[in-house]
């Protein structure tokens, strides 16, 4: 998963880069961290996965933010109350994807988690991903700027 997009931009949409899990299912990764291609961080939540289609439901973060849901402060619920949200598809069988910018009161109950649920079961990894994580997306943002520089 390292270089190639976990979320695919199709038709102005944005490519989501997976860089961490908080919460796996069977190891499918249910919340978890990306980034975009220039190295903005966001929250993705599964919201449904079935045999032919995967949803998410995708917002801008911030590492204190990130903090906060690992410390169980907050729920993933209140880290996505923000103006705007991605939705994203992909009907697995094609390997399309679609994404739609909505804002938060637009968006169907369907797509969002229990309103104060905590992650109780945390990935290992998780922590020591977020230890790390403002140092690569440093480096993330040093090669972007390096690329557009030659």
């Keep these: 998963m390292a270089n190639e997009a976990y979320i695919k931009a199709e038709n102005g949409g944005k490519d989501f880069f ?4 908080l919460l796996d299912y069977e190891e499918l990764p ?10 903005q961080i966001y929250l993705c939540d599964c919201t ?8 998410w439901t995708i917002a801008s973060t911030t590492i204190e933010i990130i903090k906060k849901i690992l410390d169980k402060r907050i729920s993933v619920f209140s880290a996505l109350m923000q103006d705007k949200l991605i939705l994203a598809e ?3 069988q094609t390997d399309t ?24 079961s945390i990935c290992e990894d998780a922590r ?3 230890l ?7 480096l993330g943002q040093q090669q972007l700027s390096h690329r557009f520089q030659m």
């Design 90 to 92: 992909c009907d697995l």
């Design 97 to 120: 994807f679609t994404q739609t910018e909505v804002s938060f009161d637009m968006i169907p109950v369907t797509r969002l988690p229990e309103h104060d649920s905590i992650l109780l």
């Design 132 to 138: 790390h994580l403002k140092s690569r997306m440093q």
């Design 48 to 55: 449904e996965f079935r045999f032919s289609i995967q949803k």
């Design 18 to 21: 997976f860089l961490f899990s």
């Design 30 to 39: 249910i919340v978890f961290i990306a980034h975009d291609i220039n190295w």
């Design 128 to 130: 020591n991903e977020l």
